[in-house]
């Protein structure tokens, strides 16, 4: 993901963005189609239909970056998931 700008405050400012709400970060095209993939793969992954990898295709994403970011978004669930059923809590930093 490609920072807007230079300094440490934009960098601050795209984080708390990205951390709150992705759609209000400023973001490439290309950025925010692959985050539209990602959040409708994690909120409602059964509605994820052919048009939406055309989409990742269509912003210049090849087949091998489409993989990966199905394969990161699926194993960030499935590891979460294992965690909240396991019972894990994070260590207090």
């Not at 909120?43 to 090849?62: M, N, Q």
């Amino acid at each position: 993901m490609e920072v807007r700008g230079s300094g440490d405050d934009q960098q601050e400012e795209l984080i708390s963005a990205l951390s709150s709400d992705y759609r209000v970060a400023q973001l490439s095209s290309t950025d925010r189609v692959m985050l539209d993939y990602v959040a409708k793969l994690t909120k409602s992954p059964s509605e994820i239909a052919r048009r939406d990898v055309e989409g990742l295709r269509e912003a210049g994403f090849d087949d091998r970056a489409i993989h990966d970011i199905c394969a990161i978004t699926a194993y960030y669930a499935f590891v979460n998931r294992i965690a909240d059923g396991l019972g894990v809590e994070l260590e207090q930093s």
